[in-house]
């Protein structure tokens, strides 16, 4: 399937199997987040793989016992990094500098600017910039899942304090964001399964400027 294909066969999933899924799809969709773009290519966020179903049942109560947290082979859990700080924007482009074989200071006057800009805003408004790249690579995420043939849903529907403390977020710096479950869709008991598709004409959607 193409894309378009791929993005119409997909949709959030209400119901799984509890079926495994071979690692080697979700190690796909995960190089997938791992590739998106994000701003200045900080990449602040983390992506946390859960497949152990006694923690799925512990996190569940905490995403309002949906059965898919359960009921998925995994969980990735995106975490945005709690401030984006002078120290982690310089490692960060020691490892471009160190790959792109670059000399030391090739970059000091771009990454002056970006620090000083983060500098200028408060901690809440850098985890709230961090959360925004981490929502890049969520979707592209659920693009790949579509195109590998992976049944997923998104999920904004958790308390985020109290699973930032069942998985000691707070301790590695992060604050989760959003979770995908990824697993096999269970079309006889999902209600949403086998409805149309509804979305916004293109011609509503778009808006051209000529």
């Keep these: ?64 016992n949906q059965p898919q947290i359960t009921e998925a082979s995994h969980l990735l859990i995106f975490a945005a990094w709690d401030d984006i700080t002078a120290e982690k924007i310089d490692k960060v482009y020691g490892q471009i500098t160190e790959e792109r074989n670059l000399p030391a200071d090739a970059l000091k006057s771009y990454t002056d600017n970006l620090k000083a800009s983060y500098a200028a805003l408060t901690k809440e408004q850098r985890f709230e910039r961090a959360a925004r790249q981490a929502y890049i690579a969520f979707g592209v995420a659920i693009a790949a899942a579509a195109t590998e043939q992976v049944d997923a849903t998104p999920m904004e529907g958790f308390k985020n304090p ?49």
Aim: glycine residues 4%; charged residues 25%; without cysteine.
């Design 1 to 64: 399937m193409n894309i378009l294909e791929s993005l119409n066969w997909r949709y959030a999933v209400k119901r799984m199997t509890g079926d495994k899924l071979p690692q080697q799809k979700v190690d796909i969709i995960l190089e997938a987040a791992r590739l998106a773009p994000t701003s200045s290519g900080i990449q602040p966020f983390s992506i946390i793989q859960v497949t152990d179903k006694k923690l799925m049942e512990k996190i569940q109560p905490v995403a309002y």
């Design 162 to 210: 109290e699973l930032d403390q069942l998985l000691g977020l707070h301790e590695k710096g992060l604050r989760s964001v959003t979770i995908l479950t990824l697993g096999v869709r269970d079309t006889a008991n999902d209600w949403l399964a086998n409805l149309k598709k509804v979305r916004r004409p293109l011609d509503e959607l778009v808006i051209e400027l000529n």
